[in-house]
């Protein structure tokens, strides 16, 4: 594969205007220009997120999973438009889950599915009674229901014959998932871009892991797309995940481009510089004789590239123990 998935590069004045589009002029020239802008960034990081994880190969059939979220509408639509200038075939079935949870409008999906000219499958299982019917009065119902899910959709993947399970995960969701598990799981994971699923039989891809999400909304608004609200089950969202999105908009509104560090540092990893024995043999360490700027520089404190003295005032206080 190569890199022909990825549109041009945008010029530098794209890549530092604001990704918003309601932040610029209400006109509707701007507007357009804006959205355009925005249709070309999105094509460029999944493509090549999809490149530098090699998510898609030649005959693949990637089931996209569809819940009628902003997410999986953008997802859907953005490999749509890579599919049209991929230098490989791969073929996308849409598929959606109806749990048959009260209100749920079953025939947007179809519609919109439809419309847009993709292959699709809508799965009926009423998962949302056999939840109600275990899971005591008062108590979460996601993980029962995550884990029912998870089992149709495996073997609705098994059925269609697709190759790969292509998510609706972004940049937000990833880096959320990554502080969760550290806070409450003690543990440096995420949600990856790509990974064979728990029951070992197929692979699961995030072609959206490059996008933030703010793109996502302005997406979905400037497409429309006919969302279908996820509170219709009556479970309450993720509190600690909405806590911990709240923590990484306040760091980026206080220092811009933080987030964008934290998520690059998920790429750049030093395991001789953490502490977990599995990834790296500390206990035979020696010395080699040869100088490595990689190696211990005793009381040196990292030295960092810093953009503004509000910045370089955050990293001495932190510095300091
Ligand atoms: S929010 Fe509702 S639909 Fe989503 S996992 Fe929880 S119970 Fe299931």
Same mark, same amino acid.
């Given at each position: ?6 549109? &041009? ?6 890549? %530092? ?16 220009? !804006?959205?355009?802008?925005? #249709? ?6 999944? *493509? ?10 030649? *005959? ?7 819940? +009628? ?21 791969? =073929? ?5 889950? =109806?749990?048959?949870?009260?209100? $749920? ?14 292959? @699709? ?15 005591? !009065? ?22 269609? *014959? ?5 998510? /609706? ?28 699923? =728990? ?13 933030? &999400? ?9 497409? #429309? @797309? ?18 911990? +999105?709240?923590?990484?908009? #306040? ?11 934290? $998520? ?12 977990? %024995?599995?990834?790296?043999? @500390? ?35 932190? /510095? &300091?123990?």
């Amino acid at each position: 594969m190569n890199n022909i998935w990825i549109t &041009e590069p945008e010029t530098q004045a794209e890549l %530092s205007s604001s990704t918003d589009i309601g932040h610029t002029p209400n006109t509707r020239a701007n507007k357009e220009r !804006e959205s355009h802008k925005l #249709e070309k960034r999105l094509c460029r990081l999944m *493509g090549q997120a999809i490149v530098e994880y090699n998510m898609i190969g030649e *005959g693949d059939k990637v089931m996209v999973c569809v819940s +009628g979220g902003k997410d999986s509408y953008a997802l859907l639509d953005i490999l749509l438009k890579l599919r049209a200038r991929a230098p490989i075939h791969f =073929d996308i079935v849409a598929v959606n889950l =109806d749990q048959k949870q009260p209100g $749920f409008p079953a025939e947007v999906l179809p519609r919109y599915l439809e419309s847009v000219g993709v292959d @699709f499958h809508i799965e009926n299982q009423d998962t949302y009674s056999i939840v109600k019917d275990k899971v005591p !009065e008062g108590k979460t119902m996601c993980s029962l229901c995550s884990r029912l899910r998870r089992g149709i959709l495996y073997r609705v993947a098994d059925e269609l *014959g697709a190759t790969k399970i292509a998510l /609706g995960h972004h940049r937000d969701d990833i880096l959320q998932t990554f502080f969760l598990n550290m806070f409450f799981g003690a543990k440096l994971k995420t949600m990856p871009p790509k990974l064979v699923s =728990d029951d070992g039989r197929h692979v699961v891809i995030r072609p959206l892991a490059y996008v933030p &999400e703010h793109d996502l909304i302005d997406w979905s608004l400037h497409k #429309e @797309f006919p969302i279908i609200p996820c509170t219709l089950c009556g479970s309450q969202e993720n509190l600690q995940r909405k806590v911990v +999105g709240n923590m990484l908009r #306040e760091w980026e509104k206080k220092y811009p481009g933080r987030v964008q560090n934290i $998520f690059r540092s998920l790429q750049n990893i030093a395991p001789s510089h953490l502490m977990d %024995s599995g990834l790296y043999d @500390f206990k035979n360490v020696k010395a080699t004789g040869t100088p490595n700027t990689l190696g211990d520089t005793l009381f040196d404190e990292p030295e960092f590239k810093v953009s503004s003295s509000l910045d370089a005032f955050e990293i001495k206080v932190e /510095g &300091e123990s």
